[in-house]
Nanobody, 117 residues
Framework: QVQLVESGGGLVQPGQSLSLSCVAS????????MGWYRQAPGKERELVAR???????NYADAVKARFTISRDNAKGTVDLQMNSLKFEDTAVYYC???????????WGQGTQVTVSS
């Protein structure tokens, strides 16, 4: 059984930082591309950042230079460090795992990040 469990969401003020973490189980973690998507109210789910099995990273333009994604294959975790948060970063953040060979995707249940003054 595959499980992706996110943690670390919460309420912060603009300019502050927050770190999200996702623990994966039931998959051969090191073989998966891992990443984070987000979905704001009334908007489509969008890619925030992803990290491949060889540690290559991609970021959405809106978060470049503010967010950092990292993975620990030994622990089966993928983290998202979010700095200089803005109102528009408010969304539910979802962890996902992508199997490159089969194309299978797995999703976590999401964690709420709210940036508000």
């Amino acid at each position: 059984q595959v499980q992706l469990v996110e943690s670390g969401g919460g309420l912060v003020q603009p300019g502050q930082s927050l770190s999200l973490s996702c623990v994966a189980s039931g998959i051969s973690f090191s073989f998966y591309t891992m990443g984070w998507y987000r979905q704001a109210p009334g908007k489509e789910r969008e890619l925030v950042a992803r990290i491949t099995r060889d540690f290559s990273t991609n970021y959405a333009d809106a978060v470049k230079a503010r967010f950092t994604i990292s993975r620990d294959n030994a622990k089966g975790t993928v983290d998202l460090q979010m700095n200089s948060l803005k109102f528009e970063d408010t969304a539910v953040y979802y962890c996902y795992a992508h199997a490159v060979r089969s194309g299978t995707d797995y999703w976590g249940q999401g964690t709420q990040v709210t940036v508000s003054s």
